[in-house]
């Protein structure tokens, strides 16, 4: 149902927040506004009206239900957030190349994940590791992204896969040089030149949780 009346500035930045999430979600995917329409299970004029701003257009509860499902976020951060936000999900290191097989299928609904204010990638990941060089053992949570590039960037962090004489491990490092034939990053708190290594993902973000005394 449209309403002609003039909206307040915070209604005004609800509906551009919701134009917004639909726009990046449009962009992300490389489809159109039919597609996501159908996909989406909402007609397709609403929200045509919604993202164009046609006569200040209020969309009803149902569409905004129907959206945030597909968006895979909740209706409150529909309304909230001016870019679309992600909750990325909190997998096992065991299971990182499983995930990443999976395709692009999202793992909907928001149990054991991070939320992110802004999206990260189809493929985001999330991993939780015990840091043990602060002053107590802190768990972390770094948010992830696989690495779509082959090149390599001083001081930023990545998750290596690395030989370790008899096995592979998974290592969080930021990288310190990069040489003709190895890169240096921090194993088990110490600083060793690699030669031997995969690049398995980007790190975008480390969150620390609390740690009481």
Not at 19 to 26: Q, R, T, V
Not at 75 to 90: A, E, R
Request: hydrophobic share 40%; aromatic share 10%.
């Amino acid at each position: 149902m449209g309403l002609k009346n003039n909206l307040n500035n915070e209604n005004l930045e609800v509906l551009n927040n919701i134009s917004n999430c639909i726009n990046d979600k449009l962009a992300i995917l490389n489809i159109k506004l039919s597609e996501l329409a159908r996909d989406a299970d909402v007609d397709y004029f609403s929200l045509r009206k919604l993202i164009n701003h046609e006569e200040n257009y209020m969309p009803n509860l149902r569409i905004l239900i129907k959206l945030s499902e597909y968006l895979n976020i909740q209706v409150g951060d529909l309304l909230k957030y001016n870019s679309l936000p992600q909750y990325v999900p909190i997998i096992d290191q065991e299971d990182i190349y499983t995930y990443l097989k999976a395709g692009a299928t999202l793992l909907h609904g928001f149990k054991n994940k991070v939320f992110s204010e802004k999206f990260i990638h189809e493929k985001s990941f999330a991993i939780k590791e015990i840091n043990n060089e602060l002053l107590l053992p802190t768990e972390i949570i770094y948010i992830c992204y696989p690495n779509p590039y082959k090149k390599i960037l001083i001081n930023q962090v990545y998750l290596f896969e690395i030989d370790d004489e008899k096995e592979k491990l998974l290592v969080f490092s930021r990288v310190y040089k990069i040489n003709s034939n190895n890169i240096e990053i921090v194993v088990h708190n110490k600083h060793e030149c690699i030669t031997k290594y995969n690049v398995i993902a980007i790190v975008v973000s480390m969150q620390a949780c609390e740690t009481f005394i």
